[in-house]
């Protein structure tokens, strides 16, 4: 992807989240899951620390993490989105920056943090790689990255599905990575792997299908071309329907906790 796409990504992520941002904040699957307690269990964060949220969307990870800790920067590419989500989180702590930011240009000197988190967002990063250069560079020595994302999975088929599924509910979409992707960028940056934990993250369909799209044709192409996947591929995702309605289905989501040495 050259410099002209990186930034054609970007300006559609920012219109995409600019005017979806409140529909985040209300998210069900963003402001709970079972991700958020095992986050709050492996990162242990002391009073002490300086957190960075990247991608910080409804801040729901910075609600979580800011009663815990010194201070939270929470950051998002999205002029809007910080705006929902400081009104959001303004009732619960005056311990939290707000800062718009890029996640494969980050703004903060190195060696800042004590923690790094990213949660259900480097799916929209046209550069994953860069974004874990740049928390390995802000991340203090023993500093950690709590890393959870939806991934594809290896076989090629299931792969092509959920990412183009993902592409025509969502133009502000990149990629789901997969875990093999993740690691190999890992290896690269120099950041050693701590533990990690894959999990079937059950979606309901109507509420997903319709926080991105823009109009009732969008949300019948959708549609249309999962009527005509292949069954076993459907099987895989977990798609739930009744009478022809698709009800929910499962994505693959990656938690993984990650040491700067």
Known sequence: MN??????VKAEVKQQFGKNAKKYVESKSHSKGEDLQLLLE?????????????????????KLLAPQVKEVYATD????????????LDVYASNIHFIVADAENLPFLD???????????AHHFPDAKEFLKESH?????????LLID?????????DEFINTLERLRDSSHVRCYTRNEWESWIDETGLVLVKSKVRKKQMEYK??????????????KVAKYIDNTEVNVLDYFGFQLEESEVLSFKLDEWMVLLEKK
């Not at 492996?42 to 002490?48: D, I």
């Not at 560079?137 to 990255?145: D, Q, T």
């Open 150 to 158: 939806n991934i594809a999975p290896d076989e090629s088929n299931f």
């Open 3 to 8: 410099d002209k796409n990186f930034n054609d």
């Open 77 to 88: 590419l999205t002029v809007e989105m910080l705006k929902e989500a400081k009104q959001f």
């Open 42 to 62: 492996w990162t242990a964060p002391k009073e002490s620390w300086t957190v960075l949220d990247i991608a910080a969307g409804g801040g729901h990870v910075t």
């Open 207 to 220: 509420s997903w299908v319709e926080r991105t799209t823009s109009s009732l044709e969008q949300i019948k």
């Open 111 to 121: 060696e800042s943090f004590d923690l790094v988190t990213c949660r259900i967002a």
């Open 137 to 145: 560079r802000v991340l203090k020595p023993g500093g950690k990255l």
